[in-house]
């Protein structure tokens, strides 16, 4: 492991959502999506629109079972849901934040004002080059930001939402990674959380056999299914050092390890406080530790989004530098900043996410390393199931077990 890309886990703060108590879970009305993006793991069907009872069904569900902040609104692409609106607004009665997960191409302005006046919260946008999006087939990472800029100017104009956007990451796409950080940096006024997913897919090709309970099954007919040869190993750490070459002080601060591997980082969370096209400084875990615990303590609930009224108080979170040691040094520097140039005193300071996400890693034994404490957790009969893996409960009913063929015969 190179130097750029090692974590300590013991000195970040683990995360500490759990099945029953969480910061998310992940509702689905409809699978049908206007893209068919590489890598997606979710079979597109036009005809798979939930009717709204069903979906209320299983919001009250994830509220019986699980303590949330926001219900994640995904699919697929809700917004082509035709009751999308009633379901955001059935969410927000519930006192849980809706936050809508699209690609943004069926949002418009009118649509958007719709959805936030029936109490959404906030947007994540996927955007990336494996889209295959009209108009913007061929664009790379770098290209796509003016797509990315089109929505968060768009949710800025309406105001108080949060804005945020997701790329998946494959191993010819990594080398942009510190660009879309640069550009978030620019643009962290408008821009509160950015997501790079890692791209995985079930191979055949790799030395396992597939089995559904004791059948051995063809994997062929699973989305996320790849028969072509390609590296669907990449690890958060490898994102990591790829930032690190162009920004070296790029720190974690947070993160959910696997259920097979305490040390790996399935989820990786890094928070930084600036203002437009300037970074201060990376917090440390004392603060997301601070931030996660108060508000669990006055809320019940652990803390997933935030709006930019709340992220535009930099400042403000400066006040905890005492506690935490990346705070001191953003608070140095922006001192430092404000005797150097006294104007700097009348500019916002604000935090600014990013997240990386490892999903399913298939260890040489077999064994699946999925996320302990997933957030992304949807509903498959009334119980709490991973999404990324879904479509092996559609086609088998059960999970599907990798087993090491014996490449001795």
């Known amino acids: 492991m190179s130097t750029n890309s090692f974590i300590d886990h013991r000195k970040l703060y683990r995360l500490p959502w759990t099945l029953p108590d969480n910061a998310i879970a992940w509702l689905e009305p409809t699978s049908a999506c206007n893209l068919a993006c590489d890598g997606c793991y979710r079979e597109n069907i036009a005809s798979s629109h939930k009717p709204l009872n069903a979906v209320e069904e299983e919001i009250d569900t994830f509220l019986r079972l699980r303590t949330v902040d926001g219900i994640s609104i995904a699919g697929g692409d809700p917004l082509l849901h035709p009751q999308i609106v009633e379901i955001v607004r059935m969410i927000a009665e519930r006192g849980v934040k809706p936050i809508i997960n699209t690609n943004g191409g069926p949002l418009t302005k009118e649509l958007l004002r719709e959805l936030k006046r029936a109490g959404a919260y906030g947007f ?195 006040l905890l530098s005492y506690f935490d040691r990346g705070l001191k040094k953003i608070a140095g520097r922006y001192l430092k900043s404000v005797l150097l140039n006294p104007m700097n005193v009348w500019k916002k300071l604000h935090y600014q996410s990013i997240m990386i996400i490892q999903p399913v890693d298939f260890l040489p034994n077999g064994l699946h390393n999925m996320c302990d404490g997933c957030p992304d957790m949807t509903l498959w009969n009334g119980e709490l199931v991973w999404s990324c893996r879904l479509e092996e409960l559609k086609h088998f009913g059960c999970w599907v077990r990798s087993v090491p063929r014996d490449i001795s015969v």
């Not at 946008?125 to 100017?153: C, M, T, V």
């Not at 699973?222 to 750490?237: F, G, H, M, P």
């Not at 803390?303 to 400042?315: D, I, M, W």
């Open 124 to 318: 994540t946008f996927h955007i990336d080059s494996k889209q295959g999006r009209p108009h913007w087939k061929n664009k790379n990472e770098i290209e796509l930001n003016d797509l990315r800029l089109h929505y968060a100017e768009m949710l800025a104009e309406v105001g108080g939402l949060s804005c945020a956007f997701n790329s998946t990451v494959y191993e010819d796409t990594l080398q942009y990674t510190p660009e879309l950080i640069e550009w978030a940096t620019k643009h962290i006024d408008i821009v509160q959380v950015m997501v790079f997913i890692l791209f995985r897919a079930a191979v055949p090709q790799l030395p396992f056999d597939w089995y559904a309970g004791g059948k051995k099954i063809d994997m062929s007919m699973l989305a996320y299914t790849e028969t072509k040869e390609r590296k669907i190993d990449l690890q958060s750490t490898d994102v990591v050092a790829e930032i690190r070459k162009r920004f070296p002080e790029f720190t974690p601060c947070a993160f959910l390890n696997g259920t097979e591997k305490p040390d790996s980082f399935k989820w990786l969370l890094t928070g930084r406080i600036g203002s437009r096209g300037k970074i201060y400084g990376y917090v440390g875990p004392v603060f997301m530790e601070l931030m996660q615990s108060f508000h669990h303590l006055f809320t019940g609930r652990y803390l997933a989004y935030a709006k930019p009224q709340l992220t535009s108080l930099g400042k403000s979170m400066l």
